[in-house]
């Protein structure tokens, strides 16, 4: 299978702790990008990569939440001292500069 | 900003009903336009998209056409199934899809046999 994966799907976690998650894009492409969902809403953008270089990090929620893509590959989401308002489904999805954006399958994160 | 406003759901059709779900967008600029589909269990699907003006994307039946005079892009078909049962979002792109997506709330639709 050569989509996007993410890791873990499921994350339970209790307020105060941190977590982090992966993404895996699809082997080519070059851009990632990770979006956060909450019940009954459209993904929100929260930042995105080109390779190792992460172009906007501007709308990432908080100084709680970074991200790291350090090869141009993989990337990690953390998020430090969770809070019940992060529990959320959080996207990654990969691309280039000429196609659309594929996403993962997601993790839920559930705070406590 | 750049904004997505699609019609409130939950629509629920009988099998082989006409469907249409609006969406409209505010941008600067000519942005490109896409309709996501979310079914239950999985990730978010590109279902079609359209990159200018006049265009028209279609793809298992699904039809969108870009209409830049009223800002809209809405999602038709000619004959749901029940497998079509989803979530759908509307989506823009201030180019062909390869910078952050801006998306609506999405609107649930349900088929009934």
């Given at each position: 299978d050569t989509g996007v994966s993410q890791d873990p799907r499921h994350k339970i976690t209790k307020r105060g702790q941190n977590v982090t998650f992966r993404c895996d894009p699809i082997?080519?492409?070059?851009r990632l990008y990770w979006y956060r969902q909450t019940l009954g809403q459209g993904p929100e953008f929260l930042t995105y990569f080109q390779n190792e270089a992460?172009?906007?990090?501007?709308?990432?929620?908080?100084?709680?939440f970074s991200a790291e893509r350090p090869k141009g590959s993989f990337s990690t989401l953390e998020i430090q001292r969770t809070e019940q308002g992060d529990s959320a489904m959080y996207l990654c999805a990969s691309g280039t500069e000429y196609n659309e954006q594929f996403f993962g399958p997601g993790t839920r994160l559930t705070v406590l | 900003g750049d904004s997505v406003t699609q019609m409130e759901g939950p629509v629920t059709l009988s099998e082989e009903a006409f469907l249409t779900i609006n969406c409209t967008y505010t941008a600067t600029g000519y942005p490109s336009l896409f309709w996501y589909v979310q079914y239950p269990g999985e990730g978010l699907q590109l279902l079609l998209k359209a990159t200018k003006a006049d265009d028209k994307g279609s793809n298992k039946g699904f039809e969108a056409t870009y209409r830049k005079e009223t800002t809209s892009f809405h999602l038709e078909k000619g004959s749901v199934q029940v497998s079509d049962s989803a979530v759908y979002f509307c989506a823009l792109s201030?180019?062909?899809?390869?910078t952050p997506l801006v998306f609506g709330k999405g609107t649930r639709l349900s088929v009934i046999a």
């Open positions: 082997s080519e492409h070059n992460q172009l906007e990090k501007s709308r990432l929620l908080s100084d709680r | 201030d180019t062909t899809g390869n």
